[in-house]
Structures are given as C-alpha cells and as structure tokens.
C-alpha cells in the first residue's frame, strides 16, 4: 500500500491521520513529531493547563489501534521531493504522499531571547514553566494584547497576580477586529483588575524589569510574550515548495501544495477561499479540525474534495465566551444586537443582505443560528436582526 507520512503532530497532523483511517486508508500512516509529549491539544495550555485546573490535555486517541505509527521527538529539517524523502536526524524518511502539518511558532520579541523570566506561550513546555510562575504572584508584563495575550492575563489574574499589558496598537485584538467592536473590550482589562496601556512599546527588557518606550520602567517578575505566530517553515526553505507572504505552505482549494504528492494544513498553510473571494491563512484550531477531512479525502478518494470552510473561533477571556464566524473583509455593513457595555452582545457583519460573519459575546445561540445563515446565504432584514430580543433565525 501506499505510504502516509504526516509531519507535525498538533492538532492538524493527529486530524490527518484519524481521518485516513475514519475514510478508509489502509496504506502505511506515519505521524512524525517534534516534540517529545505525547500529542496535546492547545487551547487548554492558556485556560485550564495554566491555572493547573487540568494536569495536560494529551488527545484521546488511540493510535496503536488506529494503525497510525507515531513518531515523537523527531523534527524534519528537510524535504527532497524528487527522491520523495525528508531528512531527519535519525535518517531520512520516505513517503508516497507527503501532509506538512508544522503549525506555526510564536514571534519572538527582539532582545529578550535568553534573558531570565521572559516567557512565550505556544507549547505544554512553555505553560508547565508559566504555571509556578502564577502560583508566585509576581507583577507580570504581558506583551500583546491578542488572544494569547488577553487568555494569559485572564489566567494571572485569576492566580492573583498584578498584570500590565503592553498594546503597540490603539486597542486590544487590533490585528483581528475593526477598531469599533475591539475598543469595547479595552473595557474588560480594567474590569479584571489588569492594566492595559495602548500607544505603548517596549523599548527593552531587563532581568526584572520592562523599559517602555516613554521611559517608564515596569517592575516585571516575569514576562509574557504574545505578539503573533508565524508558519513554522523555515525547514522547507529549500523544498521547492511555493511559500506565501507570511512564509506559509501555498496550498491550492483541495490542500495540495505546488509540489506533486504534497499536503498542507492548519496554521502553516493558506488556501485560496471560494466563498470569500481571497486567499485564508487561519490560525485556529477548528481550521485545523476541518482541513484535515478534506486532506484525507483527496488522498483516499477519485473525486476531488474542496476546502471551502467558514471560518470559526473562541476565545475565553475575562469571564466572557467570545466565538467567531466567518470573515468580515468584504462586508459594507456592520450592526450591533445589543450594548457592548453589558456582558452579551452580538456584532453582525453583512455584505448587501446577506450575514457574512458575527462576533458573539456571551450569546452562542446568535453563533449557532448565524453560522448556518452565514453558510446558507439566507437575505436577512437589519430591523429584526438588530434586536436581540429576536432569534437571528428570525430576522
Ligand atoms: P500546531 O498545534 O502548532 O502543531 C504543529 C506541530 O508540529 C507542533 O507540535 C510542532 O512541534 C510540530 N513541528 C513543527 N515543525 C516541525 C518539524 N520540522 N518536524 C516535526 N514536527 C514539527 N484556537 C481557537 O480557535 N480557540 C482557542 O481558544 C485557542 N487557544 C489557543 C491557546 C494557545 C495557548 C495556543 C498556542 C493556540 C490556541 N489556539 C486556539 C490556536 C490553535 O491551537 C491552533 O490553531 C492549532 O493548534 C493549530 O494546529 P496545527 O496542528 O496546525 O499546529
């Protein structure tokens, strides 16, 4: 049969190789992974795993039953494409067919590598260090105030920590969200007794402390850097595969990527999306949930498969459950149901008539009911839409 090989063990990768079986592959799989754990699921590592309410968050899946043959600890540093081999340090590897599932990496902050007490927040080695780090209840300097950022702050605390974040930007979430739902969020730092200075960059960091660039100095425990990811591709460099913008894996609408027998999926790839018109590089974990279906299925099946998903997220932070769908680049209308003051609200994007993604705060039934219309295409009227009194479905 035909060989599988898998490189990268997150969610994406682990995806991957349950769905060939799930679909019927009975060809060779082999999971090669990085990191040493047993293959963990991410989200808890900024929730749960942190504040210790969870001892790990390994995926239930049995892979010796599955015949998935699970490699750990190996990192690929290479792919020859013309022999259909990766190199790694224990040899190379062959394969048929070929899934890049690396992931992505936190950015680092310049000039802080190597200094004691600077944390990043992406791996289980990185959140079993942050955890004694919490239960010391030092003053900790957040830098970013993204998803990492906000779920890490939430976290400190609630383990009772003193917790500045430092914003460069004007406002949290300001890669992620049009300046007039994110401000209302600045609102919940304060709310959680976390300060969040904006307009604010960190000059330099020293061993306990954070130099902004106003000269203040901000006595600093530890250091938390949360300023972005970026495709962890550096390892195919010289593949001959076709890289993106932000170094990601090109990949096509069916996950194939510009070399022949070769997959990408999850946070290292962007794929060219049909239903909004331009090219998606997602980095969220149901993206890596669905991606791999569509992999799995071109590699098993005749008929070609699409990958034309709505995107969706969460995020927990500050005592809210706030859920994405959708994409809101090309929308002409923005409508609010209800007051971003109070703790439920929901923001509908339309472009013409039709909902083309939400923002849900505290309200996942607008989610559940806005995900299918946004997926339907259903004309919706802004009257009803914009009462929060009404079901979305209604409107
Ligand atoms: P990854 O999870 O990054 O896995 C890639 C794996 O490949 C890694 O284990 C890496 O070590 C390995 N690898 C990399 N290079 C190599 C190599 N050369 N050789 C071998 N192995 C390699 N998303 C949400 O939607 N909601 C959330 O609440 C949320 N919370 C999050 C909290 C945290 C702390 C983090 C870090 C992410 C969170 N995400 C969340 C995002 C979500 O976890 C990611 O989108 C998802 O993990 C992507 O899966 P992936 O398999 O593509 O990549």
Redesign the pocket.
């Known amino acids: 049969g035909r060989r599988v090989v898998v ?9 991957t190789a349950v769905a060939l079986r799930e679909q019927g592959f009975t060809g060779t799989v082999t999971l ?4 040493p754990h047993q ?1 963990y ?7 749960a795993v ?1 504040l210790g309410k969870a001892e790990g968050s390994a995926f239930d899946v049995d892979f010796e039953a599955l015949g998935i043959e699970l490699r750990l600890g ?4 290479g792919l020859r494409s013309g022999d259909h081999e990766l190199d ?1 340090a224990e040899g190379p590897v062959p394969y048929d067919v070929l899934v890049l ?6 950015i680092r902050l310049p000039g802080a590598d190597g200094i004691p007490g600077v944390h990043l ?3 289980l080695d ?2 079993e260090r942050l955890r004694p780090v919490l239960a010391r209840q030092h003053d900790i300097v957040v830098v970013g105030a993204g ?2 950022g906000a ?2 702050a939430t976290a400190a605390r609630e383990a009772g920590c003193a917790v500045t974040v430092v914003e460069a930007a004007d406002r949290p979430l300001a890669g992620a969200l049009p300046a007039e739902v994110a401000a209302p969020m600045a609102a919940w730092y304060a709310d959680a007794g976390a300060v969040l200075r904006t307009h604010t960059r960190v000059e330099r960091v020293e061993p306990g402390a954070v130099v902004l660039d106003d000269g203040t100095r901000l006595p600093a425990g530890a250091v938390v850097v949360g300023i972005g ?1 970026r495709p ?1 591709t ?2 195919l460099a010289d593949s001959g595969i076709e890289l993106g913008a932000h170094r990601e894996v090109v990949a096509d609408d069916r996950l194939r990527t510009s070399v022949p027998d070769v997959y990408a ?5 962007s794929f060219p999306s049909g239903r909004y018109g331009e090219r998606l590089l ?7 949930l669905q ?1 791999p279906r569509t992999v799995a299925a071109n590699i098993v099946g005749q008929t070609p498969a699409v990958y034309d998903p709505v995107p ?5 932070q500050f005592g809210r459950f706030v859920q994405y769908v959708g994409h809101h680049a090309s929308a002409d209308t923005t409508l609010w149901r209800g007051d971003p003051a109070t703790p439920a609200w929901t923001v509908c994007w339309l472009r013409g008539d039709r909902l083309v993604a939400l923002l849900a705060v505290g309200r996942p039934r607008d989610l559940a009911q806005g995900r299918r219309l946004i997926e339907s295409g259903t004309p919706m009227n802004p009257g009803p839409l914009a009462d929060p009194s009404l079901l979305m479905k209604d409107a």
């Open positions: 490189v990268g063990a997150g969610m994406a990768g682990v995806q090669l992974g990085a990191e293959p699921d991410r989200p808890p590592l900024s929730k942190l190996r990192e690929v540093s790694t599932a690396t992931g992505a990496e936190p927040l992406r791996t990185d959140a998803w990492i779920e890490f990811a962890a550096g390892w999926v999850g946070d290292c790839a997602v980095h969220h974990w149901d993206n890596a991606g969706y997220f969460w995020s927990e």
